[in-house]
């Protein structure tokens, strides 16, 4: 079709759209945010007599590149230690993309403007198609990988794992609460915008140099679609900002946005990338380095600044503290080391760091030996069946204390000196950071800043993964999460990457050990108590240490 040609077509989709006059309107999906003077146009035109042809011609790529996979027995090639770490990644991201797809009616709804809703309308048939061939990709795994357990059950295990609850909670925050924030600015502009570049770029090219170029066809072709979103969250941006009343909610909005993207995306594709590569050539960026090149320079400097020329307060602070965390304080490392800890509670492997691991580590992030790789060097002594508790309850031995939960993005309190702890709607919460401690006791509720806000929702629900199994003897957490092999006794999760069933830990591994929850335990303490384990807590302990000579034997 000629440009000609799809923009009358455009216009004359506008035709159809119509309010009726013989009943009252309702709002469906509500928002605290006004759209009386708005008029925006949708920039890219799409129509669906042009937009199908397309996404056929990317799907055969896609699907033409599975069918090579499997006869080119790509999965003999691709390293363990990557694949293992997309159980979890391919278990959470089909589930935000669905998300988004649920969340375009929540902003057509709240935005009076036809041309827009078109876009919107289009972008929800692609958030279906990423979710359904990045499931695809998942079941291709499943059956071609050496070790299937834990892609079988995915889609149970990433609700209820101490992990996958984080991404739970960062797709439902595309789909609840104030219809604008939730739909365009935590999704579009903040998500899509900013963090599908480490998602959907960045990731996929670790993903060849492990011998996996399957993920990189599929991720790919989703990233192509982006470009259709950003558009649609930066004419509704800009619509909002053409009255005065919503910019104090913006401004609020991405603060929320921002950090909560940060501290959830960065967390876990930081770890990905950093702990699932055995690529460790000098010259591949790091996190870091592709942080700040997709992230601060493409996202920030050249899309989020320029907003300032509208008037608009972006987070400067917010962003550069993003940086802080990612290399200053280790955010990755620190989020690397809990997964590592928990391994007994999860659905996929996880491989040690070894020597070359180390110096590439300390070449990338200078200092981060003395900080982390004694710790890693502990891990892979307590991976051994020599009659030891797993890791994590193993005291002293593994120097290591078990965190404090954030109520907000779910991520745990790694940072211990930033913790924040507040009596919040009746009980003791714990946070990561100031900044989520004011999303949940200040961004999230009925009034912000003497205005009310009634449409914003608020973070409730069974957020401590941990609260839920107080108690528990550890066997029967595993039970309940079903995360044992076909034998009814192997963990389905191991500390190495070795399938030896000699070698693999069973569930008399746990039998006996009783899970405790960090919340529950300091809301059971008095005030003395509690200020005395915190500022503890945010001390820290000494550098990681190496196991006793007992538990290495």
Not at 241 to 263: G, I, K, P, T
Not at 348 to 353: E, F, S, T, V
Request: charged share 25%; glycine share 6%; proline share 5%.
């Amino acid at each position: 079709m000629s440009r000609a040609s799809i923009t009358k077509s455009h216009q004359k989709i506008q035709e159809l759209a119509w309010e009726p006059t013989f009943v009252s309107p309702v709002e469906k999906f509500a928002t605290d945010y006004t759209f009386e003077k708005a008029q925006k146009k949708d920039p890219l035109k799409q129509i669906l007599r042009s937009y199908f042809p397309m996404e056929e011609e990317k799907d055969n790529r896609v699907f033409g590149a599975m069918d090579g996979a499997i006869r080119g027995n790509m999965f003999r090639q691709v390293q363990e230690r990557w694949m293992e770490w997309q159980k979890l990644f391919l278990s959470i991201i089909p589930f935000p993309e669905i998300s988004a797809a649920r969340a375009m009616p929540l902003v057509i709804n709240a935005v009076p403007n036809p041309e827009v809703h078109n876009g919107l309308a289009i972008q929800m048939i692609d958030e279906v198609r990423h979710s359904t061939i990045q499931m695809n990709l998942k079941r291709l795994y499943m059956n071609h990988y050496i070790d299937p357990a834990g892609f079988d059950n995915t889609l149970k295990a990433f609700q209820n794992n101490y992990a996958g609850t984080i991404g739970r909670q960062f797709g439902e925050g595309f789909i609840t609460g104030d219809a604008v924030t939730a739909a365009n600015v935590y999704l579009t502009i903040v998500a899509e915008t900013a963090f599908t570049n480490v998602l959907f770029v960045a990731m996929p090219a670790e993903a060849a140099a492990n011998g996996d170029y399957l993920l990189p066809t599929v991720f790919h072709s989703v990233q192509s679609d982006e470009s259709r979103h950003i558009s649609n969250g930066y004419s509704i941006i800009l619509m909002a900002l053409s009255d005065e009343r919503n910019r104090q909610l913006l401004e609020r909005d991405l603060r929320y946005a921002w950090w909560n993207n940060h501290a959830v995306v960065d967390a876990a594709i930081g770890t990905f990338i950093e702990y699932g590569t055995k690529d460790r050539r000098k010259d591949r960026e790091s996190y870091a380095e592709m942080w700040r090149r997709w992230i601060y320079d493409d996202y920030y400097r050249s899309y989020l600044v320029p907003l300032e020329k509208y008037g608009l307060v972006i987070p400067h602070d917010l962003v550069e503290e993003a940086w802080n965390r990612i290399w200053n304080k280790g955010y990755v490392h620190e989020v690397a080391q809990f997964f590592a800890t928990g391994w007994a509670a999860n659905y996929w492997r996880i491989d040690g760091m070894d020597d070359t691991d180390f110096e590439w580590f300390e070449h990338k992030y200078p200092g981060w030996y003395d900080k982390y790789g004694k710790w890693w060097e502990t891990y892979s002594a307590l991976s051994k069946r020599n009659g030891h508790k797993p890791i994590m309850f193993e005291g002293d031995a593994a120097n290591y204390e078990y965190p404090h939960r954030c109520w907000t993005c779910m991520v745990p309190c790694l940072i211990r000196e930033d913790t924040v702890v507040d009596e919040v709607d009746g009980q003791v919460r714990t946070y990561c950071s100031e900044t989520c401690h004011w999303t949940d006791a200040v961004a999230f509720r009925p009034e912000y800043e003497g205005r009310p806000t009634p449409a914003m929702g608020r973070l409730t629900g069974k957020r401590e993964w941990e609260s839920l199994y107080h108690g528990w003897d550890y066997a029967d957490v595993i039970r309940d999460l079903g995360y044992l092999r076909d034998d009814g006794k192997t963990l389905t999760p191991q500390p190495h990457l070795n399938l030896d069933p000699k070698e693999m830990w069973t569930i008399d591994s746990v039998e006996g050990i009783t899970m405790q929850s960090p919340n529950v335990l300091l809301n059971a303490m008095s005030p003395e108590e509690r200020e005395a384990h915190i500022a503890k807590y945010k001390r820290g302990g000494p550098a990681g240490r190496p196991a006793p000579a007992e538990a290495v034997a």
